[in-house]
């Protein structure tokens, strides 16, 4: 099992570009979740899917947008990218499905997005 | 809303010596509580967790146990060693919840020195 894989490892986009952020998981499980790192602030959540077809807002939510494809990804867009985002991005997953590996309250989470707005 | 405060870092020490990184939180209800580890260029990684007041969560020589009193989570080891370098976060997750959104201390950078 891979666990949790994000692409690209790294991006470097110019103001108002835009692009999306990858992730996939191959644990079963229901929920999915958007993170963003930045230092000195741990990580704070932008947008958590409970579960295929649901999506919420996070704690920072603005300038992005994301989509539940189908229960194993979870995908992170910017529409148009500003150098507050900045940041390092992390997606994670947690809980049971059928047939779901590992346990259920705790988060896995994937090797990261380093993007870099210029 | 709920939150998680760790010590200031970053804590610098020698190998072998004993490691404690305070958390503290806010949160109602009885939330869970977990000790994730960062290594350097790598995702974060679960490190310990405890479910209820007075468990002790244990992992790697690491160890909390969650006190409900003073509601806090402290993570401690001796003695440590190089490896044990990386960025430790303290995080909470709310009681009653089906999923597990968390909410995270800032993290706390932890060198050791040979």
């Known amino acids: 099992n891979a666990g949790v894989t994000q692409t690209p490892k790294f991006q470097v986009l110019k103001t108002g570009q835009s692009m999306t952020l990858q992730c996939a998981q191959d644990m079963n499980h229901n929920s999915m979740y958007w993170y963003r790192q930045d230092p000195g602030m741990g990580l704070r959540l932008i947008y958590y899917s409970a579960s295929e077809g649901t999506t919420d807002k996070g704690e920072v939510p603005n300038g992005y947008n994301v989509s539940r494809l189908n229960k194993r990804e979870f995908s992170l867009r910017l529409e148009s990218a500003a150098p507050s985002q900045t940041s390092v991005y992390f997606c994670?997953?947690?809980?049971?499905?059928?047939?779901?590996?590992?346990?259920?309250?705790?988060?896995?989470f994937g090797p990261g997005t380093r993007l870099t707005v210029l | 809303g709920d939150s998680v405060t760790q010590m200031e870092g970053p804590v610098t020490l020698s190998e072998e010596a004993f490691l404690t990184i305070n958390c503290t939180y806010t949160a109602t209800g009885y939330p869970s509580l977990f000790w994730y580890v960062q290594y350097p260029g790598e995702g974060l990684q679960l490190l310990l967790k405890a479910t209820k007041a007075d468990d002790k969560g244990s992992n790697k020589g690491f160890e909390a146990t969650y006190r409900k009193e003073t509601t806090s989570f402290h993570l401690e080891k001796g003695p440590v060693q190089v490896s044990d370098s990386a960025v430790y976060f303290c995080a909470l997750r709310a009681g009653g919840t089906s999923y597990g959104k968390l909410t995270f201390g800032q993290g706390t950078i932890l060198t050791v020195h040979p």
């Open positions: 994670a997953s947690s809980g049971r499905g059928q047939g779901a590996t590992k346990s259920t309250d705790t988060q896995y």
